[in-house]
């Protein structure tokens, strides 16, 4: 396969147009270009060695005018496809001389032609110049693209060097050089040159090939040029605006990088020093899902997800978390873009914005201890409404035993209790702060909850209308925090309407489509709950509107201007939307929208049951001398046999010293010399079998939380029913409570 030639026909034949294959005398394949290839779905390293009737069996074997002077007739046959279909094809015949060997072309032409054309033909074709040097650097052989390389027909240049052709010095240097380097070295070289044609530069890339003789002597030097302009110019676009990229990069406070499509670093501008505390060339390689915090990873994964498949997330906010174990806040958006070379790549743009999260936390206080006053008239009110019910019924019951309607006033007793007990915990929630506690929750609830504690403190000047729309699906919130946005708007309504007014509130369910959302950002497209609260107050000067959830930024009746840069953060975290309209002297409307969710599940009333009871013995430990008589009479009414502590101190004292079995201890967080927390682990010390009921007139926080997760068995909230303290001792004797809060239906 060394013969003379036989690697000038491979390069030849490889840029051929028409399917080639290439036999010796004994039918065996020595060379398959590329169309070949294509044409009957071989790779050519399972063609070569191969008989060339095994391969295609159809073939014909008449040969006819098979010479050196050209190409044979033309013979139509049928032929398959590797995968099995059929193919039409003409074939023609060509002896291929050589030093040692003969070789018969088999060109292929999918339907019935002319006679195929000669090499020297199909070589003109070619976009691309082809030119012969023979061994001592003499072109003999040029191709009709050479024209436009050389600025002279090929013909009108025979015989001559590649520094007599007549290309200016740089490209005839560079001409010269490959090809004298191909032919004493016998390696291929490549080199490229530029030339002025049209009155603008052309850019080429060439290739030296040296072919050889048997002996291995040098035969001649082919090189193949391509005109590569628009590649060249396309790169240096790249590298030039990737060099704009990286200096406008250099004065940015803001981190910009760029990844691959899985997050891996590529690039990372000099602020990664002060964000990650990393020099920007250490992270190149490293994953930036890997350097945020783990609870966030999914998050930024998304993000970069997202953006890999060209639906850019425009804010993903999420903790980095730094060498030092500190860390920080971020704003990030994700865009899919391409490396300098067009290799898929993902921009990040990433903001520290720690300070303005402290800042909008700070705000979310000042707002709520603003409101305190708006919404401690309503509690007091409704508290002042219960206590009068309470103690006038026990008033009546305590002079008189006997009265006749002493059932009916013990229930409006017990009624304006659990009432009292339902306000406790809208009091509880709120003291959370700016914790979220988020579950599918009803907008029209958390609306008419806001509104109940805010109408007692609204003037009488100022109507109040509610619009609820009945088919508002269910939203995924924190329910104090939207009642807090609620709060908010209303008061800031109120105060800007200083004269008689109206104050409508209504809710809405909506389908977002892409025209609602382009000018909302954070919303997405699909079904979402609006939140509306407009007033005919003065309306807000149209100057002002742009800066009116601004820290601190006020009106004439805006008061201290909290109110709605709070609403503003807290609809923002539920991923929600919020937007003002104002007509000086006719009014004002906020529009919040919040994406919905399934329905919350509705409230199946259960039928009343008789109280399940028990014989066990129950530690019962609190400090409130109260609580502990009403019950321990309870739970004596339930037939358990009850022994009582006031502190933790007593309850590890009866828990070590009883004679006899101890089956469950009700336990008081809150107590002096030693509370519930603190008591915990000496019960079960002393105790390893005995079952603990956590009770607590705080709502389910961290401690009791640990509690939990320690070991013990439920949590039991005062106030409490009998129902409640019945189902839920029942439930963890029987070891059916399963570490969870105890609800009270």
């Known amino acids: 396969m060394t013969d003379q030639g036989i690697d000038s026909l491979v390069s030849f ?26 044409l009957f779905g071989y790779r050519r390293v399972e063609l070569l060695g191969r008989p060339l009737h095994e391969v295609v069996p159809t073939l014909p074997t008449s040969r006819t005018g098979d010479t050196e002077a050209g190409l044979g007739e033309s013979t139509t046959f049928v032929a398959r496809h590797r995968d099995g279909h059929i193919l039409r094809l003409s074939v023609a015949f060509r002896a291929v001389p050589l030093e040692h060997q003969r070789l018969t072309a088999a060109y292929f032409r999918p339907t019935v032609t ?11 074709r070619l976009p691309i110049a082809v030119a012969r040097f023979d061994r001592e650097q003499r072109l003999i052989f040029a191709n009709v693209a050479a024209h436009g390389v050389f600025g002279a027909h090929p013909s009108r240049l025979l015989g001559r060097t590649p520094s007599e052709i007549g290309l200016p010095q740089s490209a005839a240097q560079a001409w010269s050089e490959a090809v004298q380097h191909a032919a004493q070295t016998g390696s291929p070289r490549r080199f490229g040159f ?152 993902i921009t990040c743009i990433t903001r520290d914005i720690t300070e303005r999260m402290r800042t909008e936390e700070i705000l979310r206080t000042a707002s709520r201890m603003e409101a305190t006053a708006t919404l401690a008239a309503g509690v007091a009110h409704d508290f002042n409404n219960l206590m009068t019910s309470i103690l006038g019924n026990a008033e009546l019951l305590l002079a008189d035993p006997e009265f006749p309607d002493a059932p009916s006033r013990l229930t409006q007793v017990a009624d304006s209790a659990k009432r009292g007990g ?9 003291a ?60 800031n309504a109120t105060e800007a309407t200083p004269g008689v007014g109206r104050l409508t509130v209504r809710t809405r369910r909506v389908d977002l489509t892409d025209d609602d959302i382009r000018d909302r950002p954070g919303l997405r497209v699909g079904p979402a709950v609006m939140i509306q609260v407009s007033d005919t107050g003065t309306g807000i000067d149209p100057a002002a509107l742009s800066k009116i959830f601004e820290p601190f930024f006020s009106t004439k009746f805006q008061g201290r201007g909290l109110g709605l840069a709070a609403a503003y953060g807290i609809v ?34 259960p039928e009343a049951q008789p109280f399940p009871t028990g014989r066990e013995t129950i530690l019962l430990v609190d400090d409130d001398e109260a609580v502990l008589d009403i019950t321990k009479t309870l739970l004596e009414r339930l037939q358990y046999r009850v022994i009582i502590a006031r502190d933790g101190v007593e309850a590890v004292e009866a828990a070590r010293t009883h004679d006899g079995a101890l089956h469950l201890c009700i336990l008081d967080l809150g107590m002096p010399l030693a ?53 839920g001792v029942r439930q963890v004797l029987d070891g059916t409570a399963g570490n969870a809060r105890i609800a009270d239906h």
């Open 13 to 38: 034949l490889e840029y051929a147009p028409d399917p080639a294959i290439v036999a010796d005398d004994q039918d065996r394949i020595v060379i398959v270009n590329h169309s070949a290839e294509s």
């Open 114 to 124: 002319d006679a195929a054309p000669t090499p020297a033909e199909t070589l003109d």
């Open 194 to 345: 530029s030339l002025e044609l049209g009155g603008g530069t052309r850019w080429f890339a060439g290739s030296v090939l040296p072919e050889q003789r048997a002996d291995g002597s040098l035969a001649s030097v082919l090189v193949v040029t391509q005109d590569v302009t628009a590649l060249h110019r396309t790169k240096a676009e790249f590298e030039t605006a990737e060099l704009r990229f990286r200096r406008l990069t250099e004065g940015s406070h803001d981190l910009i990088s760029q990844h691959t499509p899985d997050g891996q670093f590529l690039f990372a501008s000099k602020s990664a020093i002060t964000l990650l505390q990393r020099s920007p060339e250490s992270v190149v390689g490293l994953s930036l899902v890997e350097l945020v915090h783990p609870e966030d990873r999914a998050v930024v994964a998304t993000a970069i997800a997202r953006a890999s498949v060209g639906d850019a997330e425009r804010l993903t906010t999420f903790r980095l978390l730094r060498p030092d174990e500190s860390t920080l806040w971020c704003e990030m958006t994700a865009q899919g873009t391409t490396t300098s070379t067009g290799a898929p790549s």
């Open 422 to 430: 339902a306000l406790a915990q809208q009091l509880l929630a709120y």
């Open 432 to 491: 959370r702060g700016g914790k979220y506690q988020t579950s599918a929750v009803s907008v029209n609830e958390i609306v008419t909850q806001a509104l109940h504690l805010q109408k007692h403190a609204m003037p009488p000047r100022v109507q109040l209308e509610v619009d609820l729309d009945p088919a508002s699906p269910a939203i995924d919130a924190d329910p104090v925090q939207i009642g807090q946005v609620v709060t908010n708007l209303c008061i």
């Open 572 to 605: 923002k975290n539920h991923r929600g939307y919020i937007g003002v309209e104002s007509v000086l002297g006719k009014g004002t409307t906020f529009t919040a929208y919040f994406p919905a969710v399934a329905s919350v599940p509705a409230t199946v009333v």
């Open 675 to 727: 509370g519930g927390a603190e008591a915990y682990p000496f019960l079960r010390a002393a105790r390893p079998d005995l079952r603990v009921m956590i009770s607590s007139g705080y709502e389910m926080n961290e401690v009791v939380q640990s509690l939990l997760a320690a070991g013990a068995d439920a949590f039991l909230q005062k106030p409490y029913r009998m129902s409640a303290l019945a189902r």
